[in-house]
């Protein structure tokens, strides 16, 4: 049973944060945010011609990858801490999402970026009151971890 | 617009080409960076600031994807252009197969400043080429040179 307040602001958060994180090259991407809560980021793309890296194999290349994942990442960032700053006044909410930035990024390539379609997944691993942490996982279409990461963004 | 290759070795210079002109449209088109390298040890590659480049609109600052990815192809070119000088006097097809396997393992940002400014140079130097894997170090700089972010990079070469 889903409370229906949670998935208004669930949609909210969601939407302000397309038009306000990167719209263009998220557009360019072809990334779809389908994230199910505050604790957890989904985004989705399709494979495309313009993403790919080795033409030859026909797989992402690795700067789609690394930035899915970032953007996984910091979206997951981001919807905890909106959750959290609910009640705030709306100046105060934006003041101190639009301060979350990538501090360090490390992504592991384990297996070539080959599939029709890719899910980005992200998890707060630390909500601290300066610094988060976050595991990433990027699968395709038949559920094959092509490759993982670990992000830390500044909150504070 | 499609990448420019501004390489100065001849030889390097129409090997890049090829590569480069495989793919287009291509995720490098969005980037629209130049690779400007002038030796075969240090690979340079230079963008401008672009508003599809930006992350924070407020703070008008580069995206984050847009930083690693742009290391990523520091890193990478870097290994291309050293593993093009082991393999230039081969012919054609065997430099292709040689070249066509270089791919990203492993890659590591650290995020040191913000992405201010209007113009952009990503350089990266071999710190380790082995017969299967390489290993190269990254720096993004601004127009003031400026520190932006580093990287580390790990790429199949065998």
Not at chain 1, 12 to 25: C, L, Q
Not at chain 2, 43 to 58: K, Y
């Amino acid at each position: 049973m889903t409370d229906r307040n949670v998935d208004d602001e669930l949609r909210f958060a969601i939407d302000f944060f397309v038009k306000t994180a990167g719209p263009e090259f998220s557009q360019f991407m072809g990334f779809s945010i389908e994230s199910p809560d505050f604790n957890t980021g989904i985004i989705k793309f399709d494979m495309k011609d313009r993403l790919i890296g080795n033409p030859y194999y026909r797989v992402l290349h690795g700067g789609i990858v690394s930035a899915s994942l970032d953007t996984v990442g910091g979206h997951t960032v981001y919807l905890n801490l909106f959750h959290k700053l609910k009640g705030k006044p709306p100046e105060k909410q934006f003041e101190i999402l639009s301060k979350i930035g990538t501090i360090d990024l490390r992504i592991d390539y384990l297996r070539p970026g080959r599939g029709k379609s890719f899910t980005a997944k992200g998890y707060i691993l630390r909500m601290g009151s300066k610094v988060a942490v976050t595991r990433m996982e990027l699968h395709n279409d038949e559920e094959v971890l092509i490759a993982v990461g670990t992000g830390v963004y500044s909150v504070g | 617009m499609p990448v420019r290759v501004n390489v100065k070795e001849k030889d390097l210079k129409a090997m890049v080409e090829y590569f480069v002109q495989k793919v287009s449209p291509s995720f490098n088109d969005i980037l629209d960076f130049s690779l400007d390298s002038q030796t075969f040890d240090e690979g340079v590659v230079s963008f401008d600031l672009r508003d599809e480049l930006i992350g924070n609109p407020i703070f008008r600052i580069l995206h984050g994807g847009v930083i690693s990815s742009i290391l990523d192809i520091a890193g990478g070119h870097t290994v291309h252009i050293k593993v093009f000088e082991e393999v230039r006097e081969k012919p054609f097809d065997k430099q292709l197969e040689r070249l066509s396997k270089i791919g990203t393992i492993d890659l590591r940002i650290d995020y040191l400043r913000p992405g201010r400014g209007q113009h952009f140079t990503a350089k990266g130097c071999i710190l380790r080429m082995g017969k299967k894997v390489a290993v190269t170090r990254m720096e993004l700089r601004n127009e003031d040179s400026i520190l932006i972010a580093v990287g580390t990079g790990t790429y199949t070469v065998g």
